[in-house]
């Protein structure tokens, strides 16, 4: 298969996997699907991310990520 396709099918499936994640955080349904919203939601941890404290908000949300894979897939065994 030709590189350029391959490319296009890893960023295909990168971009589906960040809106799962979108879904999974519920934020389509806690925003009524509003894409300005969601789009100002990512500027703002952006904005967070370009700040003095990047790492601990790395830290901080990493945790919370982890925290709430862990849960969901303890509620998926049940």
């Known amino acids: ?3 350029w396709r391959v490319k296009r099918r890893e960023r ?8 799962g994640l979108i879904a999974k955080a519920e934020l389509i349904d806690l925003t009524d699907d509003d ?5 100002g939601l990512l500027i703002e941890a952006a904005t967070k991310l370009k700040g003095d404290n990047c790492n601990q908000q790395l830290l901080l949300w990493r945790r ?13 065994r049940s």
């Open 64 to 76: 919370r990520g982890a925290r709430a894979f862990t849960q969901n897939q303890l509620a998926e």
């Open 12 to 19: 295909t499936r990168q971009l589906i996997e960040l809106g």
């Open 1 to 3: 298969m030709r590189d």
């Open 35 to 39: 894409r300005a919203v969601l789009y």
